[in-house]
């Protein structure tokens, strides 16, 4: 079974600038996260997709970030424009489905972000 | 507000030790605790996960255990090798949403 696929792995951008971040769940799960995890803290959700509707964004910096899953599949998160606090990992994990118990989530690779 | 709690937040051991790692949480409504490794730089990588009905899980030479009540978890690792050298985060599943709350994590060092 595939995992969750991330990319780029890596990113450097300058403050202001843009950057989007793509993902691919495990084939058949429903429910995405997306995390951000800053350097000695634990992933913090930013949104929560069940299918291609959000169910949780209430930690997602409307004003920069972005997100979407138009065909309940594949995922990008975007940040317009970044800031120097955005430098963090960014995970993203899936899960059978958000009603299914015991609701184990997998997790990709993450992102690197660097803003300069 | 479910709350994670992680200790300690570092530990280095010699080789071949027994260890304990440790987890706590504040709302013991919940629905499953997951134990994962994060290598530096890298993704999460579940170890293990055990439903709000059971005690304990095992896995190799990791046991988990569970005590809702007490709002506690713990994480044994057995006869430790240096590629246990990682970062190990807790993870509890609650609320409506049975969005996880992450711990800060417990950095393993285990040298030869």
């Known amino acids: 079974e595939a995992g969750v696929a991330q990319s780029p792995r890596y990113k450097i951008i300058e403050k202001r600038q843009s950057v989007a971040f793509w993902c691919n769940p495990i084939s058949g799960h429903a429910t995405l996260y997306w995390y951000q995890q800053i350097l000695g803290q634990g992933p913090k959700l930013l949104i929560q997709f069940q299918n291609n509707g959000v169910v949780d964004d209430s930690q997602l910096p409307k004003d920069r970030f972005s997100a979407e899953r138009l065909k309940g599949v594949d995922s990008t998160l975007k940040i317009q424009p970044a800031k120097l606090e955005d430098s963090a990992v960014y995970l993203c994990?899936?899960?059978?489905?958000?009603?299914?118990?015991?609701?184990?989530?997998?997790f990709g690779p993450g992102t690197r972000l660097t803003v300069t | 507000k479910q709350e994670v709690t992680q200790i300690p937040a570092a530990l280095s051991v010699p080789e071949g030790e027994n260890l304990v790692l440790n987890c706590s949480f504040t709302d013991s409504a919940i629905y499953n605790l997951q134990w994962f490794r994060q290598d530096p730089g890298k993704g999460l990588t579940s170890l293990l996960l055990?439903?709000?009905?059971?005690r304990e899980q095992t896995s190799g030479r990791l046991n988990a255990s569970l005590d809702k009540s007490s709002g506690r978890s713990t994480l044994y690792i057995a006869a430790s090798q240096p590629g246990d050298s990682a970062t190990y985060l807790c993870a509890v599943a609650s609320g409506g949403s049975y969005i996880p709350t992450f711990g800060r994590g417990t950095s393993l060092i285990v040298h030869p």
């Open positions: 055990i439903q709000s009905s059971q």
């Open positions: 994990a899936s899960s059978l489905d958000r009603q299914a118990y015991p609701y184990e989530q997998y």
